[in-house]
Nanobody, 116 residues
């Protein structure tokens, strides 16, 4: 079971990035996938989530700026981030949750840094 998150980097305020979370080792279309982030000195927080049926949820802080999507054929979930601000700077993690058992797996993080 493996989740790999990538796509982070350094971007100027107002810019965009797309994160990808690729999953292997289990049945992807039975997993809800969430993107979380953790800034220095702060708790990890949910940013966006997509269920196995495609329903989405966004934290208020990213609504209208971020979009989560999934490609079941590629076992990949994307997080398109636009109009980035320095407050979005954090390590971003993806998490898979089995919709039947509730079991969860975390991927490694990818750093997103937004300069002002």
């Amino acid at each position: 079971v493996q989740l790999q998150a990538f796509g982070g980097g350094l971007v100027q305020a107002g810019g965009s990035l797309r994160l990808s979370c690729t999953v292997s080792g289990f049945t992807f279309d039975e997993r809800a996938i969430g993107w979380f982030r953790q800034a220095p000195g702060r708790q990890r927080e949910l940013v966006a989530r997509i269920t196995n049926t495609g329903s989405t949820y966004y934290a208020d802080s990213v609504k209208g700026r971020f979009a989560i999507s999934r490609d079941n054929a590629k076992n990949t979930v994307y997080l398109q981030m636009t109009r980035l601000s320095p407050e979005d700077t954090a390590v971003y993690y993806c998490k898979a949750r089995d919709v039947f058992s509730g079991y969860e797996n975390w991927g490694q993080g990818t750093q997103v840094t937004v300069s002002s």
